[in-house]
């Protein structure tokens, strides 16, 4: 199992763009990247998946360059809304549960 | 996507007794998870549960423990059994289309042990 690796916090203020890295060197093949959101006391929520350079989606940005071993969470003109933390996930994308979740990234935005 | 409920959404329980927490989908889905999730900490994959045949058990975690249903395409239970501090955590359930991600989870149980 790829094992992924984020900072624990970041701060930003409302308005600004977030970016989120995740490192994940031993990435296989056929592993896909995607990125959670979890809110206290609620489960996590899917932001977006991708396995290859750009994917966007309404509320986010996903880059992943050419080797993979990383990726990049961006989130446009963040709000307060947008405190939580953010999870990063590698896996196939044939079984879910072969996907491990790491540590998370603690996204606090400011006024 | 998935709509997904857990019940009790929270408990306080007696060391020594068991918990039934139930998971039940507004759609038929291939695979069901169980996870627990410490205050504070990322989440842990308990276990696989699997439609019509015994759950798939991650390292650490043993069926005795932590016995797992899953009667048909839209249900699961979680047990968790012989309950001590240690226990005290939140048990989400999450399930997948076809076993891909994304997963689609519960908001949890949110279970303490006195």
């Known amino acids: 199992l790829a094992k992924t690796t984020q900072p624990i916090s970041m701060d930003s203020y409302e308005g600004q763009e977030v970016n989120i890295t995740c490192s994940h060197n031993n990435i296989a093949t056929n592993d896909y990247i995607t990125w959670y959101q979890q809110f206290p006391s609620q489960g996590p929520r899917f932001i977006i998946q991708?396995?290859?350079t750009k994917v966007t989606n309404e509320v986010a940005s996903l880059f992943i360059p050419a080797d993979r071993k990383s990726s990049t969470l961006s989130l446009p003109r963040v709000s307060l809304s947008d405190t939580a933390v953010y999870y990063c996930?590698?896996?196939?994308?044939?079984?879910?549960?072969?996907?491990?979740f790491g540590d998370g990234t603690t996204l606090t935005v400011k006024p | 996507s998935a709509v997904i409920s857990q019940k009790p959404s929270r408990d306080i329980c007696q060391r020594g007794t068991s918990l039934t927490i139930q998971c039940q989908v507004d759609?038929?889905?291939?695979?069901m998870f169980w996870y627990r999730q410490q205050p504070g900490q990322s989440l842990t994959l308990i276990a696989t549960?699997?439609?019509?045949?015994?759950?798939?058990?991650e390292s650490g975690f043993v069926i005795d423990k932590f016995p797992i249903s899953r009667p048909n395409l839209t249900f699961s239970t979680l047990t968790v059994s012989n309950m001590s501090p240690e226990d005290s955590s939140i048990y989400l359930c999450?399930?997948?289309?076809?076993?891909?991600?994304?997963?689609?989870f519960g908001d949890g149980t949110r279970l303490s042990i006195l």
């Open positions: 996930l590698v896996g196939p994308n044939t079984n879910a549960g072969k996907s491990t």
């Open positions: 991708g396995y290859k």
């Open positions: 999450s399930v997948s289309d076809r076993g891909n991600q994304p997963q689609h």
């Open positions: 759609s038929q889905v291939t695979m």
């Open positions: 549960a699997n439609q019509g045949s015994e759950a798939t058990y």
